[in-house]
T-cell receptor
Framework: DAKTTQPTSMDCAEGRAANLPCNHS???????VYWYRQIHSQGPQYIIH???NNETNEMASLIITEDRKSSTLILPHATLRDTAVYYC?????????????FGKGITLSVRP | DTGVSQDPRHKITKRGQNVTFRCDPI?????LYWYRQTLGQGPEFLTY????????KSRLLSDRFSAERPKGSFSTLEIQRTEQGDSAMYLC???????????FGPGTRLTVT
């Protein structure tokens, strides 16, 4: 699975959009971009995934660049409950075991 | 609540003791994963089951660790002769064969004194 690079931390104001970047310059054609988040003292939670088109669900939007070497997770109206560690993961969707390889993630702090 | 439960939520044990953790996945999920997470790090894959078959084990899973999923439903992770380096959060996740999404339990936090 391709490696990802994320900043260590960022913050944003409550109610504003949070844009979380991720670099995955070695991504291959059959690898998807996944985002999970982990709120303190909880297990990780799936947010969204995509291959090359932009994706949106009730939690977030995922913007993938045309060359697929980077992506941005957008939380359109961040709340205090969005404070968490966000993990960007790149992997083949239907691998034999489909295990997740987590990095250190980016810590998002939403301030009042 | 994701529907994946783990028991116990916290375990404190003395070095050298054996401990066993249990994971109950979402009932229709045939795939089950164990991960370990130490402070400040992301979760690390330990092992994977499809139904009752253990199909992959990480090199992190030393011979003191054993995992089972006897009837393809709940799973247990046992650590024998615990060491202080085993102190971590142990996470269980499950998914069905069609979904991309893994559902994680709340984890079991192990402290070895």
């Amino acid at each position: 699975d391709a490696k990802t690079t994320q900043p260590t931390s960022m913050d944003c104001a409550e109610g504003r959009a949070a844009n979380l970047p991720c670099n995955h310059s070695t991504i291959s054609g059959n690898e998807y971009v996944y985002w999970y988040r982990q709120i303190h003292s909880q297990g990780p939670q799936y947010i969204i995934h995509g291959l090359k088109n932009n994706e949106t669900n009730e939690m977030a939007s995922l913007i993938i660049t045309e060359d697929r070497k980077s992506s941005t997770l957008i939380l359109p109206h961040a709340t205090l409950r969005d404070t968490a560690v966000y993990y960007c993961i790149v992997r083949v969707a239907s691998g034999a075991n489909s295990m997740l390889t987590f990095g250190k993630g980016i810590t998002l702090s939403v301030r009042p | 609540d994701t529907g994946v439960s783990q028991d116990p939520r916290h375990k404190i044990t003395k070095r050298g003791q054996n401990v066993t953790f249990r994971c109950d996945p979402i009932s229709e999920h045939n795939r089950l994963y164990w991960y370990r997470q130490t402070l400040g790090q992301g979760p690390e894959f330990l092992t994977y089951f499809q139904n009752e078959a253990q199909l992959e084990k990480s090199r992190l899973l030393s011979d003191r660790f054993s995992a089972e999923r006897p009837k393809g439903s709940f799973s247990t992770l046992e650590i024998q002769r615990t060491e202080q380096g085993d102190s971590a959060m142990y996470l269980c996740a499950s998914r069905d064969g069609l979904s991309y999404e893994q559902y994680f339990g709340p984890g079991t936090r192990l402290t070895v004194t």
